[in-house]
């Protein structure tokens, strides 16, 4: 798809738009597209695709796959001719940004994305607090139930697939602070419950 991405500049079709939500102080946060954004960058930078942050330079920069047409196939960044530099440096990408309104901003970002989405793939609950809640307690807790074999052998593919054995952990982590009296609720549903938790 990272491949596919990049030729799709390359031949000039556009490039479907960026959704930031403005959190002040000239501050914004990705509501959808960060996977366009790190792709591009990752190419350009010469980075490994899938890296997530700019202070991860790879040695293997990333390559066109075979997918792509065959003028470009292998090819890095740096191997494309000045012209094809050019056009994915001036390259322009449209974006749209909403304002804070509101007590509800946490929960009307989960909203936006939910309705952006609508009528691609479907992503469920957990897949979208990993897209709109990443951060280092994300990042550790898809690394602690990847690397349990025990936990992971209570689900089937399908269901490891969409990250059910994730939620089952964050449920599982989210409960002992709220029996103990340590963490306030603040509205009732498990999906909401663990979406305000991923957030703070």
């Known amino acids: 798809k990272c491949s596919k991405l990049i030729e799709s500049i390359l031949i000039g079709l556009p490039i479907p738009p960026l959704f930031f939500m403005d959190i002040g102080n000239n501050s914004y946060e990705v509501i959808d597209g960060l996977q366009r954004l790190t792709a591009i960058s990752n190419y350009i930078l010469g980075n490994q695709w899938g890296a997530l942050t700019n202070k991860t330079h790879r040695k293997v920069a990333a390559k066109l796959s075979p997918i792509v047409d065959e003028s470009i196939q292998g090819k890095t960044f740096e191997q494309l001719n000045p012209e094809q530099q050019k056009k994915i440096k001036r390259s322009t990408v449209t974006v749209i940004d909403f304002r804070e309104i509101g007590s509800e901003d ?83 549903y498990q999906k909401y419950i663990l979406n305000d938790f991923c957030e703070e």
Do not use: C, W
Not at 141 to 154: I, Q, R, V
């Open 106 to 188: 946490q929960k009307s970002k989960y909203l936006i994305f939910e309705r952006i989405n609508t009528g691609s793939e479907l992503l469920n609950p957990m897949q979208i607090r990993k897209a709109l809640a990443y951060g280092k307690f994300m990042s550790s807790l898809y690394d602690a139930a990847n690397s349990s074999e025990g936990l992971k052998s209570m689900f089937g593919k399908q269901y490891l697939n969409k990250d059910k054995h994730v939620e089952f952990l964050l449920s599982t982590y989210v409960t002992y602070p709220v029996l103990r009296g340590e963490y306030t609720l603040q509205g009732q």
